[in-house]
């Protein structure tokens, strides 16, 4: 946990240079502008605005819960692109393990989403044998009734609030199924489907 505002400031200097590195990727064709806009985007010194702003979002979402920083872990604080629009996700749990979901406007401020499930998170569970990668296809082709391996996009073995699990993406029937599938148990905790 964070004792002061330095140390705040550090961590999530690290989390906005990714963003920014992963949302300025580059595209040949166009080499000079892009030096010339990473040299202006990229630039050190320009980070103390989108900090605070994260340290807001933070905030609000906090105080929407009527919780104080030192009574919560925080498990994901990043900036992403929602319906076209920039928010932030933030997700946190109490020492009871009590979870917490926000999705906060990144221009206003506003809380746009709440929910009390922060991705399934658990605490780290002890350590057991993780089940193949086999395995975990079965279990989400099993969801997914009609579709065959030929129609996973996605089967990734990774790493969610510090226990191991495989995000996996198929796409059948015109719809794209998304689904994180705990490694070692085997339980799907979470699924997601979507209609083009």
């Given at each position: ?6 140390d705040?400031?550090a961590?999530d200097r690290?989390l906005?240079e ?9 595209e040949p064709?166009?080499a ?5 806009m990473?040299?202006?985007?990229l630039?050190?010194?320009?980070r103390?605005?989108p900090?605070?702003?994260?340290e807001?979002?933070?905030a609000?979402?906090?105080a ?9 872990t925080?498990?994901e604080?990043?900036?992403d692109w929602?319906?076209?629009?920039q928010?932030?996700d933030i997700e946190?749990?109490?020492a ?9 406007d990144?221009?206003t401020?506003?809380v746009?989403?709440v ?6 998170f658990?605490?780290?569970a002890s350590?057991?044998t993780v089940i193949?990668?086999?395995k975990?296809?079965e279990?989400?082709l099993?969801?997914?009734p009609g579709?065959d391996?030929?129609h996973?996009?996605?089967?990734k073995l990774?790493?969610?609030?510090g ?5 996996v993406?198929i ?8 689904m994180?599938?705990d490694?070692?148990?085997?339980k ?6 979507d209609r083009d």
């Amino acid at each position: 946990m964070e004792n002061n505002f330095t140390d705040k400031m550090a961590r999530d200097r690290v989390l906005i240079e990714d963003y920014l590195k992963k949302a300025f990727a580059a595209e040949p064709r166009y080499a000079d502008l892009q030096e010339a806009m990473e040299y202006s985007l990229l630039a050190g010194g320009k980070r103390i605005r989108p900090i605070l702003t994260l340290e807001e979002a933070k905030a609000k979402a906090l105080a929407h819960a009527g919780l104080k920083a030192d009574q919560v872990t925080f498990t994901e604080a990043e900036l992403d692109w929602d319906d076209g629009k920039q928010v932030y996700d933030i997700e946190f749990y109490t020492a009871d393990f009590k979870e917490y979901d926000y999705e906060i406007d990144a221009k206003t401020g506003e809380v746009l989403e709440v929910d009390y499930d922060a991705e399934s998170f658990t605490p780290p569970a002890s350590s057991g044998t993780v089940i193949t990668r086999e395995k975990a296809q079965e279990i989400a082709l099993a969801k997914v009734p009609g579709a065959d391996a030929s129609h996973i996009k996605k089967l990734k073995l990774d790493k969610d609030d510090g226990k191991q699990v495989y995000d996996v993406e198929i796409i059948y029937n015109g719809a794209e199924h998304e689904m994180e599938i705990d490694a070692v148990t085997g339980k799907i905790l979470e699924y997601e489907m979507d209609r083009d």
